[in-house]
């Protein structure tokens, strides 16, 4: 190469990505070869964790070459305090007093039950400490809050059930662990998100409808644009090198679910459109294989829709009995009351982790033990979980966890079920079609085992590896930092909300989940969503497809503001702020 060729590289590649061509506004895939897929960077710094079960390797995804994401490597400390607004911004002192502060130390101008917490391993009870002092609240005999063993207890970290050992093991082959940075810095995360760009009547989008979807990194946005740019094919069954690609895409996706969840093999976990689709897969398949007529199947006061109906069509086919777990008064449930409904006849259980509606963190390892001492099959609905805590279905015990990717920071259309590969073999296949046989003939057809036999023709691909690329997101942070992060929003948005005259918190469980819901006196749910709509906040006002636990409470539709952790103090106080606005017009 002459020298005049070396200074042109030198110049070219120095300019903003490089002097090669690739995706247009994707900055990881410029550098890319085209064709090649991206490989991971292992250049992010570990930090030994004590807290969590060793995590695996991100992705073969580069994320560490996108402008946005390459923010997360080097992130200071978590230290709340940093997060508080600039000093020339509006805000009222008291609020400003009752933000956590660095070792839980009350801040300098005032004082309160927040601020007495310790945040920097903030502990379930703060948020308990601040109903019960606010609201009184008192716990019915068999609730969740009078079994308590006295323990310290996160809801974001991941527990066994009593007497159970916690499962460490991971699946075979895992690839080596990538520790998150030891904090995060929520103004960096927020730029990875393009649509916390956006302006709603001329504001700044707030988002807090995260419990109906969740937003989208750009990670995830430049892995799905990057797979249809160099990857789309049709998997499996092919010699082509597009074929090739897009399986190893796909299935890598598979993996990536996997080790998240901590199922003990990639063929447990089946893609579907979402968390309805997965139950009704199980419905219609175990269901019906199962349950019979007078047999039972149980669910709690919390379910969301998805996760009462399709058990109703096949109790009203076969025969079989619906029965429901009761709450008590502050949205738990009652494990006594659970205890007397569990018999021979009990077929399945099917129980939510976090409800979406009043956000309460359901003891579903408790419900697990006690549904499989009568020989019982347990379902848990992860819909709303599992962006917010640790899940580990071998701890758990599940016989099968569902869940859907747009809760999660990722594409919608694309769920998982994850199911224990000895039961999904014994089941029948759902919906018929190709890539999901060995053999057709017109006599007889001969099925795949799980988890392709439940993947009946060509699946959502690019959105399963959209699904992988924000686990891979999600993993880079660490989901014990976003929970803990969510707990001290939610801690501080349930101090500010409760002050407010003439509004009713609707669920005050001890162990809650990012979720508040709230009516408010003079004023209709909707009323109050676009009063915050005027502002650029975006709450979800109606019944959250939970109508039965609504109703335990005496309401129809609640206002419903649900966290993530892109989320910060100062669109909790807009929130506030609005809300107060409101209540002081309605008293006047």
Same mark, same amino acid.
Not at 212 to 223: F, G, L, N, Y
Not at 500 to 513: Q, V
């Given at each position: 190469m002459s020298?005049?060729?070396q200074l042109a590289n030198q110049f070219f590649a120095s300019l903003p990505g490089g002097a090669s061509q690739g995706v247009p506004n994707a900055s990881l895939v410029q550098s890319l070869d085209r064709g090649r897929v991206p490989s991971t960077s292992t250049s992010v710094p570990s930090t030994a964790n004590v807290l969590t079960q060793e995590r695996p390797k991100a992705s073969p995804f580069d994320t560490s070459r996108l402008n946005s994401d390459a923010l997360i490597v080097d992130l200071p400390e978590y230290d709340p305090s940093v997060l508080l607004a600039s000093p020339n911004s509006p805000e009222s002192g008291l609020r400003q007093a009752q933000r956590p502060s660095p070792g839980g130390h009350p801040a300098p101008t005032g004082s309160s039950a927040l601020t007495q917490q310790p945040h &920097?391993?903030?502990?379930?009870? &703060? +948020?308990?400490?601040?109903?019960?002092?606010?609201?009184? #609240?008192?716990?019915?005999?068999?609730?969740? =809050?009078?079994?308590?063993?006295?323990?310290?207890?996160?809801?974001?970290?991941?527990h066994p059930p009593p007497g159970q050992?916690?499962?460490?093991?991971?699946?075979?082959?895992?690839t080596p662990v990538l520790q998150p940075a030891s904090g995060f810095d929520v103004h960096a995360i927020r730029r990875d998100f393009p649509i916390l760009a956006e302006r709603v009547n001329g504001?700044?989008?707030?988002?807090?409808?995260?419990?109906? /979807?969740?937003?989208?990194?750009?990670?995830?946005?430049?892995?799905? &644009?990057?797979f249809y740019a160099h990857e789309n094919s049709?998997?499996?069954?092919?010699?082509? #090198? +597009?074929?090739?690609? =897009? /399986?190893?895409?796909? #299935?890598? =996706?598979r993996n990536k679910v996997t080790r998240f969840i901590g199922a003990a093999s990639a063929d447990e976990i089946v893609f579907v459109r979402g968390t309805t689709e997965a139950i009704n897969l199980v419905a219609n398949t175990f269901g019906r294989q199962h349950i019979g007529a007078g047999d039972e199947i149980i669910v709690s006061n919390l379910e969301h829709h998805a996760n009462i109906v399709p058990w109703q069509l096949l109790a009203q086919s076969v025969g079989a009995k619906l029965r429901v777990i009761p709450v008590d008064d502050s949205g738990q449930i009652r494990l006594d009351e659970y205890a007397r409904l569990l018999n021979p006849r009990t077929k399945l259980v099917s129980i939510t982790q976090v409800s979406n509606a009043l956000g309460t963190i359901t003891p579903v390892a408790e419900v697990i033990a006690m549904a499989h001492a009568v020989g019982a099959r347990v379902l848990v609905d992860g819909a709303q979980s599992v962006s917010h805590m640790r899940v580990n279905v071998r701890a758990l015990d599940a016989d099968f966890f569902v869940f859907s990717g747009h809760k999660i920071f990722g594409p919608t259309g694309i769920g998982v079920l994850y199911g224990k590969q000895e039961l999904l073999n014994s089941l029948p296949p759902w919906q018929g079609g190709g890539n999901m046989i060995e053999d057709v003939t017109f006599e007889k057809t001969v099925f795949h085992p799980a988890p392709a036999r439940f993947e009946a023709g060509t699946g959502n691909i690019a959105d399963a %590896?959209?699904?992988?690329?924000? +686990?891979?997101?999600?993993?880079?942070?660490?989901?014990?930092?976003?929970?803990?992060? #969510?707990?001290?929003l939610l801690v501080y948005a349930t101090q500010g909300l409760q002050s407010?005259?003439? +509004?009713?918190?609707?669920? /005050?469980?001890?162990?809650?989940?990012? %979720?508040?819901?709230?009516?408010?006196?003079?004023? &209709? /749910?909707?009323?109050?969503?676009?009063?915050?709509?005027?502002?650029?906040? =975006?709450?979800?006002?109606?019944?959250?497809?939970?109508?039965?636990i609504l109703r335990r409470f005496g309401v129809e539709t609640t206002v419903r503001p649900s966290l993530a952790f892109y989320n910060t103090y100062e669109e909790i106080d807009l929130l506030v702020d609005t809300v107060k606005r409101l209540a002081s017009k309605a008293g006047s």
């Open positions: 020298a005049l060729e &920097s391993v903030p502990v379930n009870d &703060s +948020l308990a400490a601040v109903l019960q002092s606010i609201l009184g #609240e008192s716990r019915a005999p068999g609730s969740v =809050a009078s079994a308590n063993t006295g323990q310290n207890a996160y809801y974001f970290l991941d050992a916690q499962h460490t093991q991971q699946p075979q082959q895992a504001k700044p989008l707030v988002w807090f409808d995260n419990a109906a /979807t969740t937003h989208k990194p750009q990670s995830v946005i430049d892995r799905v &644009s990057y049709n998997i499996h069954r092919a010699a082509h #090198e +597009l074929a090739a690609r =897009a /399986t190893d895409a796909y #299935e890598g =996706a %590896v959209g699904l992988g690329a924000a +686990l891979d997101y999600v993993e880079r942070i660490g989901i014990e930092q976003i929970g803990r992060y #969510e707990h001290d407010i005259p003439g +509004l009713r918190l609707i669920g /005050t469980a001890d162990h809650k989940a990012s %979720v508040i819901s709230f009516v408010l006196k003079g004023y &209709s /749910t909707s009323e109050v969503g676009t009063a915050l709509n005027k502002e650029g906040v =975006a709450v979800r006002s109606g019944h959250h497809c939970a109508q039965p």
